[in-house]
């Protein structure tokens, strides 16, 4: 089972960027989907992208499409929230998640599996803190 290490938080003003990266260890990201999610204090946590390892279709939250890249290298072992122009509202713990695709996901628009609960690995949060 693939285990998931998040990267690449921090402090940055508004208008800054930030690479995050979701590293996997014991295999690899191979058939797999990633996301990620993030969450604010007293907030729900939020899909923010997510990519097909197997497809390379890609999806974006209306709120950082546009500023947000979601990649993953060739080795298929990383995958890469590229975070420009980044806003206050950006502030949250974002979490990198993976999930093993099936037909049925890769016949599917990326918005019909954004919930939190269809993945079931998961790496630590990284904070985003994005001062004014």
């Known amino acids: 089972e693939v285990q998931l290490q998040a990267s690449g938080g921090g402090l940055v003003q508004a208008g800054g960027s930030l690479r995050l990266s979701c590293a996997a260890s014991?295999?690899?990201?191979?058939?797999?989907?990633v996301a990620w999610f993030r969450q604010a204090p007293g907030k729900e946590r939020e899909a923010v992208s997510s990519?097909?390892?197997?497809?390379?279709?890609?999806y974006y939250a209306d709120s950082v499409k546009g500023r947000f890249t979601i990649s993953s290298d060739d080795a298929k072992t990383t995958v890469y929230l590229q975070m420009n122009e980044l806003k206050p509202e950006d502030t949250a713990v974002y979490y990198c998640?993976?999930?093993?695709?099936?037909?049925?996901?890769?016949?599917?628009?990326?918005?019909?599996?954004?919930?939190?609960?269809?993945?079931?690995?998961w790496g630590q949060g990284t904070l985003v803190t994005v001062s004014s």
């Open positions: 990519i097909s390892i197997w497809g390379h279709t890609t």
């Open positions: 014991r295999s690899t990201f191979v058939n797999h989907r």
């Open positions: 998640a993976a999930a093993l695709e099936t037909l049925e996901w890769r016949i599917t628009p990326h918005e019909v599996h954004l919930n939190p609960t269809e993945y079931s690995n």
